[in-house]
């Protein structure tokens, strides 16, 4: 894999962390009546966000078990996130160094 493809894979998955991150902030704020849905920019951006992130989320619900009504499934999402981002990482590094 060229140099370019890693970076282009690693930019990828920086950008789509930060939309997750995005995606679990407006939950809580909307949760705690911070932001209010009514609004059409705020529900624009909850929309684009959930067609963002729900395309991998979801599948992640569907098996993870109910935790007290606490969705963790961004927190699993990031952590695998993180593995893919390592291991793209150290492959790139151990055939370009």
């Given at each position: 894999m060229?140099?370019?493809m890693v970076k282009l894979l690693?930019?990828?998955i920086d950008?789509?962390?930060?939309?997750?991150?995005a995606?679990?902030?407006?939950?809580?704020l909307t949760a705690f009546d911070v932001i209010n849905m009514r609004s059409n920019a705020a529900y624009s951006i909850w929309k684009w966000l959930?067609?963002?992130?729900?395309?991998?989320?979801g599948p992640i619900r569907s098996v993870l078990?109910?935790?007290?009504?606490?969705?963790?499934?961004?927190?699993?999402?990031?952590?695998?996130?993180?593995?893919?981002r390592d291991?793209?990482?150290?492959?790139?590094g151990a055939a370009f160094g």
């Open positions: 060229s140099y370019a690693l930019t990828i950008i789509y962390w930060w939309i997750l991150l995606t679990v902030i407006v939950s809580w959930n067609a963002m992130t729900e395309p991998l989320l078990p109910s935790v007290g009504g606490l969705d963790i499934s961004p927190l699993i999402l990031l952590l695998l996130m993180q593995f893919l291991a793209i990482a150290s492959s790139a």
